[in-house]
């Protein structure tokens, strides 16, 4: 017999997946109004985060629902935890998405850099960890979550020689300090959201493996 | 369980670290069954079950109708051979193999409550307490008021019924009837207390009292409990037991059972996907 329950967690699942491709759609936008200094696609991504607003609010009525009338266990239990869980994450890529487009917009109107150092670099791992972790979710693949664990690590070696750098070329044109700024804060950005990525990988693997791996736990 | 500790504040549990929980550590052990098989007739209601139960632990069994649950805490006191039914394997209380024991001596260390009370019709709230005294040959010792207040104590009915002791047992509530039942049970002063089903004919509120109260019991008994009610034995027991078509299919720590559990029939049941 088909359980009424089970309708109710893919209903969650299927809004999850929803949510995901909007964070993730305006993560690729604002990272575009960076990289090509495209107001039109910044002002877009501040615009549709509302929708990723109204989706988490419905995610977290439903879960409420579930844990008040379903009283879930095992991989049920542990499924709603991890929802509950990458819901708040996504929804914060979701503002990580906005700030990156607000920074585009700071770039697209002061003095023009040569280089954007290791931005794109940065962007494209974060893009892919964003992508993997979603696809781990979906295709319920610890093995696809594991890498994503272990690709955080070079952004924040990334994002610390990101503060170096940007101090050295302000050292030579002070007119840069703007976009210099700028810089450091779509870095800073990018950072927190292949934190979030790795939230949601680590959720991941918590709801099919029932492994606690945030903070290195299983090493402890 | 595991608790890990980071930073002096951050504390997790290790779901999958519980699962050795049963056998990792020295036991003091109450009961211990053995390769149980049990039978009505020809038809085998247990296979092969084995099952280690710690002192002053509260096990619980559960499983779909008709798995052996009843079957197997009726075999632990003697009770299946009352019904008619037969029994091999061995079955240890304190190490000693419980058929090397008198049944009668055997059913006043580990006693038993059923799924609907069934006080004495004939006897009053201090009779019915005291009538396992009697029959044990234990009226004699001249405390028996004292052991019925104790008893009600520990039942956790003292209070409601200590100006009326003299009423019938069945002029009380039902969940009253249940806990008057129990501390019959308890008045011969048992090491084991066996509970079928105790709450299932029970509204919300004297369920909660007996969910209670096993929880109180558990300093000076060892409880193994078969329910149907799934949130209950999630809330009262240590351990719990998956039976199913007589066998035991998994007996971990309860709460693995019901965050993280090893097999995937014991998965299919506590999430409802089957049962």
Redesign the interface.
Same mark, same amino acid.
């Given at each position: 017999m088909e359980?009424h329950?089970q309708h109710e967690l893919e209903g969650v699942k299927t809004n999850l997946i929803k949510m995901g491709s909007a964070v993730e759609e305006n993560i690729n936008n604002a990272v575009i109004a960076i990289l090509e200094r495209n107001e039109v696609i910044a002002a877009k991504v501040i615009e549709s985060d509302k929708r990723i607003d109204t989706l988490e609010i419905e995610i977290d009525n439903a879960i409420i629902d579930m844990l008040a009338l379903q =009283?879930? *266990?095992?991989?049920?239990?542990?499924f709603i935890i991890a929802a509950q869980k990458i819901n708040n994450d996504l929804e914060r890529i979701g503002d990580h998405a906005v700030n990156l487009a607000e920074s585009a917009l700071t770039l697209q109107k002061s003095k023009k850099l040569e280089s954007l150092l290791e931005i794109p670099q940065m962007v494209s791992a974060t893009k892919l960890m964003l992508k993997y972790a979603l696809d781990s979710f979906i295709l319920l693949d610890p093995k696809m979550a594991r890498i994503v664990l272990e690709t955080d690590d070079q952004i924040d070696e990334w994002n610390r020689s990101m503060t170096t750098n940007v101090i050295e070329l302000l050292k030579n044109d002070k007119q840069l300090i703007e976009p210099g700024l700028a810089l450091i804060r779509i870095s800073q950005n990018l950072e927190r959201v292949a934190d979030m990525a790795t939230n949601i990988a680590e959720e991941v693997i918590f709801h099919i =493996?029932?492994? *606690?791996v945030?903070?290195h736990?299983?090493e402890? | 369980m595991v608790i890990i500790r980071i930073k002096g504040t951050v504390m997790i549990e290790t779901l999958q670290k519980f699962s050795p929980a049963i056998v990792s550590h020295k036991m003091d052990l109450k009961l211990e069954a053995k390769t149980v098989n049990a039978f009505f007739g020809k038809t085998q209601a247990l296979q092969n079950v084995s099952l280690s139960i710690e002192k002053n632990h509260v096990v619980a069994i559960i499983g779909p109708s008709g798995c052996g649950k009843s079957t197997f805490l009726r075999c632990l006191n003697r009770m299946h051979e009352v019904a008619g039914g037969t029994m091999n394997g061995t079955i240890l209380l304190d190490g000693k193999d419980i058929h090397e024991n008198d049944p009668v001596n055997l059913r006043r260390r580990v006693g038993m409550v059923f799924q609907k009370a069934n006080p004495f019709p004939t006897m009053s709230i201090f009779d019915n307490v005291a009538a396992g005294l009697r029959l044990n040959g234990m009226a004699h010792n001249g405390h028996i008021a004292e052991i019925v207040e104790r008893s009600l104590q520990q039942a956790a009915l003292w209070n409601e019924v200590k100006d009326s002791l003299s009423k019938n047992g069945m002029s009380i509530s039902g969940g009253q009837q249940q806990r008057l039942c129990i501390a019959r049970a308890l008045a011969v002063n048992p090491e084991v207390l066996l509970m079928d089903e105790p709450a299932s004919a029970l509204d919300p509120i004297p369920t909660a009292k007996i969910e209670e109260l096993i929880y109180e019991l558990k300093k000076d008994y060892t409880i193994i409990i078969v329910t149907h009610n799934m949130q209950q034995a999630a809330r009262v027991s240590d351990e719990t037991a998956f039976f199913y078509l007589g066998e035991i299919i998994e007996f971990d720590n309860t709460k693995k059972i019901f965050t993280a559990p090893s097999i995937k029939q014991t998965e299919d049941y506590v999430t409802g996907r089957f049962g």
């Amino acid at each position: 017999m088909e359980r009424h329950f089970q309708h109710e967690l893919e209903g969650v699942k299927t809004n999850l997946i929803k949510m995901g491709s909007a964070v993730e759609e305006n993560i690729n936008n604002a990272v575009i109004a960076i990289l090509e200094r495209n107001e039109v696609i910044a002002a877009k991504v501040i615009e549709s985060d509302k929708r990723i607003d109204t989706l988490e609010i419905e995610i977290d009525n439903a879960i409420i629902d579930m844990l008040a009338l379903q =009283q879930p *266990v095992a991989s049920d239990l542990r499924f709603i935890i991890a929802a509950q869980k990458i819901n708040n994450d996504l929804e914060r890529i979701g503002d990580h998405a906005v700030n990156l487009a607000e920074s585009a917009l700071t770039l697209q109107k002061s003095k023009k850099l040569e280089s954007l150092l290791e931005i794109p670099q940065m962007v494209s791992a974060t893009k892919l960890m964003l992508k993997y972790a979603l696809d781990s979710f979906i295709l319920l693949d610890p093995k696809m979550a594991r890498i994503v664990l272990e690709t955080d690590d070079q952004i924040d070696e990334w994002n610390r020689s990101m503060t170096t750098n940007v101090i050295e070329l302000l050292k030579n044109d002070k007119q840069l300090i703007e976009p210099g700024l700028a810089l450091i804060r779509i870095s800073q950005n990018l950072e927190r959201v292949a934190d979030m990525a790795t939230n949601i990988a680590e959720e991941v693997i918590f709801h099919i =493996q029932a492994l *606690v791996v945030k903070h290195h736990a299983e090493e402890i | 369980m595991v608790i890990i500790r980071i930073k002096g504040t951050v504390m997790i549990e290790t779901l999958q670290k519980f699962s050795p929980a049963i056998v990792s550590h020295k036991m003091d052990l109450k009961l211990e069954a053995k390769t149980v098989n049990a039978f009505f007739g020809k038809t085998q209601a247990l296979q092969n079950v084995s099952l280690s139960i710690e002192k002053n632990h509260v096990v619980a069994i559960i499983g779909p109708s008709g798995c052996g649950k009843s079957t197997f805490l009726r075999c632990l006191n003697r009770m299946h051979e009352v019904a008619g039914g037969t029994m091999n394997g061995t079955i240890l209380l304190d190490g000693k193999d419980i058929h090397e024991n008198d049944p009668v001596n055997l059913r006043r260390r580990v006693g038993m409550v059923f799924q609907k009370a069934n006080p004495f019709p004939t006897m009053s709230i201090f009779d019915n307490v005291a009538a396992g005294l009697r029959l044990n040959g234990m009226a004699h010792n001249g405390h028996i008021a004292e052991i019925v207040e104790r008893s009600l104590q520990q039942a956790a009915l003292w209070n409601e019924v200590k100006d009326s002791l003299s009423k019938n047992g069945m002029s009380i509530s039902g969940g009253q009837q249940q806990r008057l039942c129990i501390a019959r049970a308890l008045a011969v002063n048992p090491e084991v207390l066996l509970m079928d089903e105790p709450a299932s004919a029970l509204d919300p509120i004297p369920t909660a009292k007996i969910e209670e109260l096993i929880y109180e019991l558990k300093k000076d008994y060892t409880i193994i409990i078969v329910t149907h009610n799934m949130q209950q034995a999630a809330r009262v027991s240590d351990e719990t037991a998956f039976f199913y078509l007589g066998e035991i299919i998994e007996f971990d720590n309860t709460k693995k059972i019901f965050t993280a559990p090893s097999i995937k029939q014991t998965e299919d049941y506590v999430t409802g996907r089957f049962g």
